[in-house]
């Protein structure tokens, strides 16, 4: 009797442990999808800023620094716009942010000094979306270049 009791207590056990760990993976899963679908979103703004690039180099090189930008998609066409809902997928909210880039002596690119490099412009792509714990966000960092000058 006593190992009946033994067996069924292991069986019953590994059978919550089984459980536990499915159910935690399929929350890694979840978590997962959305930050893989945030780095597609913020990838999304690099693409966008290139085919506005290759358009006239003027669609990037007009926008200030510091300032929140959003995307906008209408027909198949770009547009960059300070107002809308930045809101590219339900849940998703994506902003960007160009900055000015010096280059040193060396031609190298510098955080500080240096000569502005007028044919370059520094972005940061961010995109946030609401999880059970709060906000979670991606941010990526990269250069749009005036390749066609």
């Known amino acids: 009797m006593v190992e009946l009791v033994i067996a069924v207590s292991i069986f019953t056990g590994s059978i919550v442990v089984m459980g536990n760990i499915l159910s935690l993976q399929l929350t890694l899963a979840i978590k997962n999808e959305d930050r893989i679908q945030a780095v597609f979103l913020a990838e999304e703004v690099f693409e966008a800023l290139r085919f506005l690039r290759t358009e006239d180099w003027t669609n990037i090189d007009?926008?200030?620094?510091?300032?929140?930008?959003?995307?906008?998609?209408?027909?198949?066409?770009?547009?960059?716009?300070?107002?809308?809902?930045?809101?590219?997928?339900?849940?998703?909210?994506?902003?960007?942010?160009?900055?000015?880039?010096?280059?040193?002596?060396?031609?190298?690119?510098?955080a500080s000094g240096g000569t502005l490099d007028t044919d370059i412009r520094s972005v940061t792509a961010t995109v946030s979306w609401y999880t059970s714990q709060g906000t979670s966000t991606y941010s990526v960092y990269g250069y749009v270049t005036n390749l066609f000058k």
């Open 62 to 110: 007009g926008l200030a620094n510091s300032v929140s930008y959003v995307l906008n998609e209408s027909a198949g066409s770009w547009s960059i716009t300070t107002s809308g809902s930045g809101q590219p997928l339900p849940g998703y909210y994506r902003v960007f942010h160009l900055g000015a880039v010096n280059r040193d002596a060396n031609d190298d690119i510098t």
